[in-house]
């Protein structure tokens, strides 16, 4: 008998670690071991047509397959879920000749933004003639969504870029992202934002790797 | 049979441990003291306990809560509800609802009565900005001896005005009374003729009217209608919440006692914490015929424990946009996880997506009045994420780069060191 009470509260604990962890949302997402079943056929066959030309060619598969799957969550119709899955194998491509292929995964990720959004070629290029191992992944996330923005897409390169050549540390572009963002809400005109704000950048930036605050602190520095 | 006493400890546990079960689960149990007080009659204080909870899912709504007094050295059940509601999903500006409620009022062994009741609703929603409702169904109460079914049909309108939300509501109540020659105690009782209103020699103690008698040897048949026109107003800022509603009820003097002619009450609400809150109000309440309440002068002092204030009851708003987003937050945990924390209020779910749950929509935890939270194991490196409020569109979460999604809409780029 007492062994039986002594044991009761380690099987209750028992039962309800287990079913904890059977409800954490990735527990959940770990028993989904074919994410395409999400998919029709004829569009899952296309999108494995498309990952299979992107492994020979060398470039990732993943992001192709999170293309798919975030049409069918949205979603959209198979048409436009193969062709944003054949945009982003493309922008990888592009990616490649512009920046060769010793990327991270969000290098890759950035840069495929990036050339989605709009930002040419050439101008992804002049990254790499500049690297010399310099982190690319902000300048790119920053720069991608200055255009989307509205921010002239020549004014916006050229400013991310000479900020990126002046060793602009994470810190520096997201101030300056969160400041230009402003003054668009407040209803500036997108161009003169950006170049006023980079009026204010000191010559000597933030060292490359300096901590970035979380969102909501960003959102409190910007309006000090 | 149930110990009062028992159920609503049960009920408060159940509300208490409900906590973290799901987002869609929200709690409350308010303690503190009535006073209340009838025409007439000494004003009674009164310590009450009152949990409630309530389950949310896409289309339906379900929902329990009631109310324990100490009245001198006993507890008491003084009232439980269930309630359902059943909705359509939006198209074109319309939507539907079903609700259905199963009460019991149980009081000082004088009023004891049960009440189920079904009411269909057609919602018309202009965005956020307000709607409109038509509806009607019908009420049946047993072990009441004065009415023996309800017949309700009325229509409402909302509107929001800044941090404040605007409502008023026009009811048409149709009764059917039934009342036995003699009551439950044994008192004699008249059925009353269209000038001699019935008066109830023991329970509610409401006086009751007619406009139409027929008797029987056992019993008195009548048939009475009134309206109820009720406008209310709440209103938040910051962690003060403002409630307040008037009403005014039309009917002949057969039909409304001048004590619930008209009626007024207010509530404060100051949450001291995201979870603890003062409350305090007072006013009057009309008489409830179909459950033999009688008309109330009342006030209240308490603190309410909550896991999220049980939010808007039978306004099915159309879904919020990300301005009514008041932070958004991703902080990285010691565990080597992510922990994303929205705060946003007046909402019932709250999701995310991304590439790190291979775009499976995570529903966040409510923590508090206003406070959504997820913990995640997000890599390091360049993320996708979207937002979304009670069911409406994916969208960029507020403070966040943001880029097109290649499906007519935008992601946020969360940035994971």
Redesign the interface.
């Known amino acids: 008998m007492t062994l039986v009470r002594s044991r009761t509260p380690r099987v209750v604990l028992r039962a309800a670690a287990l079913l904890t962890a059977a409800m954490h949302?990735?527990a959940?997402?770990a028993q989904?071991p074919d994410?395409l079943a999400r998919l029709d056929p004829n569009t899952r066959f296309a999108v494995e047509v498309i990952m299979d030309s992107a492994r020979v060619a060398g470039v990732p598969m993943r992001?192709l397959m999170?293309?798919a799957?975030?049409?069918?969550?949205?979603h959209?119709d198979n048409r436009?879920i193969i062709?944003?899955v054949r945009?982003?194998f493309h922008a990888e491509l592009d990616v490649r000749v512009a920046l060769g292929s010793a990327l991270?995964?969000?290098e890759w990720?950035?840069a495929g933004?990036a050339l989605?959004?709009g930002v040419p070629l050439e101008a992804l290029a002049k990254f790499r003639a500049e690297r010399a191992g310099k982190p690319l992944?902000?300048a790119l996330?920053?720069l991608?969504?200055l255009i989307?923005r509205g921010v002239p897409m020549p004014e916006a390169s050229s400013a991310i870029m000479q900020l990126w050549q002046r060793g602009a540390g994470?810190g520096d572009f997201y101030g300056l992202?969160k400041n230009v963002e402003q003054d668009i809400l407040s209803g500036q005109n997108p161009g003169t934002a950006l170049q006023q704000r980079m009026r204010e950048i000191p010559a000597r930036v933030t060292p490359p790797g300096a901590?970035?605050p979380?969102?909501?602190q960003?959102?409190n520095n910007s309006s000090s | 049979m149930i110990e009062p006493k028992a159920a609503v400890v049960a009920l408060t546990f159940v509300v208490l441990a409900s906590h973290g079960a799901s987002a869609q689960i929200a709690s409350k149990v308010q303690a503190g003291t009535i006073m209340t007080q009838q025409d007439g009659e000494v004003p009674a204080s009164i310590f009450s306990v009152a949990p409630g909870i309530r389950v949310d899912l896409p289309y339906l709504a379900l929902a329990a809560h009631g109310s324990a007094w100490l009245t001198g050295q006993q507890w008491q059940i003084a009232d439980g509800t269930l309630s359902g509601s059943l909705l359509t999903p939006t198209v074109s500006h319309w939507r539907g609802e079903l609700i259905g409620n199963a009460s019991r009022a149980f009081f000082d062994g004088s009023l004891e009565n049960d009440q189920v009741d079904a009411q269909a609703r057609l919602h018309m929603l202009f965005a956020q900005r307000g709607g409109i409702w038509v509806g009607g169904g019908v009420a049946r109460p047993w072990r009441i001896a004065v009415v023996s079914s309800v017949d309700v049909t009325g229509g409402g309108a909302w509107t929001r005005v800044g941090d404040a939300m605007l409502s008023g509501t026009y009811t048409n109540f149709f009764f059917t009374k039934v009342a036995a020659t003699r009551d439950s105690s044994g008192a004699t009782q008249s059925c009353g003729t269209r000038n001699e209103p019935l008066s109830l020699s023991s329970g509610a103690g409401s006086s009751l009217s007619s406009s139409s008698t027929s008797s029987a040897a056992t019993d008195c048949r009548r048939q009475s209608r009134f309206s109820d026109i009720e406008g209310s107003v709440n209103w938040a800022y910051g962690w003060f919440e403002l409630t307040g509603q008037a009403g005014y009820r039309f009917g002949d003097s057969y039909d409304v006692t001048p004590d619930s002619r008209r009626w007024a009450a207010g509530t404060a609400v100051l949450w001291i914490t995201n979870r603890v809150a003062a409350v305090m109000g007072g006013g009057r309440v009309p008489a409830n015929p179909s459950r033999g309440l009688p008309a109330r002068n009342y006030a209240n002092l308490g603190l309410m424990l909550s896991y999220s204030s049980i939010p808007r009851t039978t306004v099915p708003v159309a879904p919020l946009t990300l301005a009514a987003v008041k932070d958004f937050e991703v902080r990285p945990l010691a565990t080597g996880t992510q922990k994303i924390t929205v705060r946003v209020g007046g909402v019932e779910t709250v999701e995310v997506m991304g590439d790190f749950s291979d775009w499976t929509p995570l529903v966040l935890m409510r923590r508090g009045r206003d406070l959504w939270d997820i913990t995640l194991p997000v890599t390091a490196g360049v993320h996708e994420i979207n937002l979304r409020l009670d069911g409406g569109p994916w969208l960029a979460p507020p403070g966040l780069p943001t880029r097109r999604d290649n499906f007519s809409g935008d992601v946020g780029l969360l940035v994971v060191p």
């Open positions: 949302p990735l959940l997402r989904d994410p992001p999170l293309k799957l975030e049409g069918s969550a949205k959209a436009h062709a944003a945009s982003v991270n995964e969000s990720a950035a933004s989605q959004s992944t902000r996330v920053v991608t969504d989307q994470d992202w901590k970035v979380p969102a909501s960003e959102s």
